[in-house]
T-cell receptor, first 115, second 112 residues
Framework: EAEVAQSPRYKITEKSQAVAFWCDPI?????LYWYRQILGQGPELLVQ????????DSQLPKDRFSAERLKGVDSTLKIQPAELGDSAMYLC?????????????FGPGTRLTVL | GENVEQHPSTLSVQEGDSAVIKCTYS??????FPWYKQELGKRPQLIID?????GEKKDQRIAVTLNKTAKHFSLHITETQPEDSAVYFC???????????FGDGTTLTVKP
């Protein structure tokens, strides 16, 4: 069964450094989501792509976060500079269609620790 | 924007008992409500969902009920088993707006 892939699985960095996360959605899935999940809380949407276009990035801290999906397939989420409060699990998800009723399939996540 | 509150934050039941998790939402325009299960160290997975045009949906031992007037929906798990132990998240979304808002999760422990 096809799954969403993410790398790295774990990342430890010092504050003010740059970090990047990669996501490869299920083949053929047009919609890609990046979520941040702080320990003890539910996932919070950071950015949603429909193919290569950003559909929603209203919760993305644009002064330090950036995301791209250049060819409408895999995606990269970058943080520069990282801050202590960025420590969290970063989840990528994909869905076949673009509506919220389309089942989202989540990747294993990247756990970021900022020291 | 939408606000979703989920209760309880932790729930411990004996194997074979039922478990109920409740979520309330604030945006009356929300019309789609999925539930996800996240086992320790694993990715969240959709287990059941309900749309606003129905009041209840069942799938074997799990069911979800929706009260649009009160703006709350609940997950019911019957005949719980140890493998049901996980964190359960509810979410609410407006299919016109596109974004899902998640609750903070309920850690369910089923004791054998």
């Amino acid at each position: 069964e096809a799954e969403v892939a993410q790398s790295p699985r774990y990342k430890i960095t010092e504050k003010s450094q740059a970090v990047a996360f990669w996501c490869d959605p299920i083949s053929g899935h047009a919609t890609l989501y990046w979520y941040r999940q702080i320990l003890g809380q539910g996932p919070e949407l950071l950015v949603q792509f429909q193919d290569e276009s950003v559909v929603d990035d209203s919760q993305l801290p644009k002064d330090r976060f950036s995301a791209e999906r250049l060819k409408g397939v895999d995606s990269t989420l970058k943080i520069q500079p990282a801050e202590l409060g960025d420590s969290a699990m970063y989840l990528c998800a994909s869905s076949l269609g673009q509506g919220p009723t389309d089942t989202q399939y989540f990747g294993p996540g990247t756990r970021l620790t900022v020291l | 924007g939408e606000n979703v509150e989920q209760h309880p934050s932790t729930l411990s039941v004996q194997e074979g008992d039922s478990a109920v998790i409740k979520c309330t939402y604030s945006d009356s325009a929300s019309n789609y409500f999925p539930w996800y299960k996240q086992e320790l160290g694993k990715r969240p997975q959709l287990i059941i969902d309900i749309r606003s045009n129905v009041g209840e949906k069942k799938d074997q031992r799990i069911a979800v009920t929706l009260n649009k007037t009160a703006k709350h929906f609940s997950l019911h798990i019957t005949e719980t088993q140890p493998e049901d132990s996980a964190v359960y998240f509810c979410a609410a979304s407006n299919t016109n707006a596109g974004k899902s808002t998640f609750g903070d999760g309920t850690t369910l422990t089923v004791k054998p």
